[in-house]
């Protein structure tokens, strides 16, 4: 399989990889392959071969597919991903499973389309990011051995201890929902991921980010909240505000982000600024 690169990220599926490399080296010929040592290492394999390969594929979470989609924006080369995370969120908006035959049929027939990206300060995501009580529960969660249980573990142990954070717009048109918020996210897909869908009518190609501003809720509404997320049916109430922007700038009195799935710190003040098709994916 020519002009092909499978780029491994050997710490997702619980450090379990070798069962892919194996399915990979039985199923294609010499694979051309990559198992990452860090994101500098990733980002030096993508350049050194960036003129030879046509389609990159992620194996790993969105963290590993955002590092090597930072290496093809506003490019022609083509993302493919193997999901092998703890969430898998941008992989489930991408209809990417975790069969390997129907990978490589996509591979063969090469269908491609542009979607849209965004960034933080700067710094990319392609899926959903946020700060405020998810960007804490990341932080914990990053000291766990991960998984879905480990998650809604350090979800519900942080939810009773959380303050809100404050948040500030500059824009004056906004300026309404300046207040304390349990968390904000940027969301370009529907979904952080497990399924959970933060923002249901968020779209990756419409040149907007939805922007989710949650109130701190009483813990009685803490499992229809769950329940309607898990469901596709969150909307906008007494706790759930929605702001379709395409720039937006703000400030809030943390540092603390995740970026996809991913701890930042990230300073204050805070400029969001969509990328539109600026991303060529498999499909």
Do not use: C
């Amino acid at each position: 399989m020519e002009k092909v690169a499978f780029i491994i990220n050997p710490f997702s599926a619980k450090k379990n990889y070798q069962p892919f490399l194996n399915e990979l080296k039985a199923k294609v010929k010499d694979p051309l392959y990559y198992i990452s040592e860090s994101i500098p290492g990733t980002d030096q394999f993508i350049q050194d071969h960036f003129n030879d390969v046509d389609i990159f594929v992620a194996i790993g979470g969105d963290g590993t597919i955002s590092t090597v989609a930072r290496n093809l924006i506003n490019t022609e080369k083509i993302l493919a991903i193997f999901p092998a995370g703890s969430g898998n969120g941008f992989s489930n908006e991408t209809q990417f499973s975790k069969n390997l035959d129907e990978l490589l049929e996509k591979i063969r027939t090469k269908n491609s389309r542009k979607i849209d990206t965004f960034t933080v300060n700067e710094r990319l995501s392609i899926n959903v990011s946020g700060t405020g009580f998810d960007g804490k529960v990341v932080k914990e969660f990053e000291k766990t051995t991960r998984g879905f249980k480990n998650y809604i573990k350090v979800s519900f142990k942080t939810f009773f201890s959380y303050k809100p954070i404050k948040l500030k717009f500059f824009d004056e048109k906004y300026k309404q929902y300046n207040g304390k918020y349990l968390m904000v996210n940027i969301a370009n897909t529907r979904q952080f991921g497990n399924n959970a869908y933060i923002a249901p009518h968020a779209s990756k190609s419409d040149g907007l980010v939805d922007m989710v501003l949650v109130k701190k809720f009483p813990f009685f509404y803490s499992m229809l909240f769950a329940f309607r997320m898990f469901t596709k049916k969150l909307k906008q109430d007494d706790y759930i505000t929605y702001l379709p922007v395409s720039e937006i700038e703000f400030k809030v009195n943390t540092k603390n982000w995740h970026l996809d799935g991913e701890f930042n710190k990230i300073k204050s003040p805070v400029h969001v600024k969509v990328k539109p098709s600026s991303l060529r994916i498999l499909i």
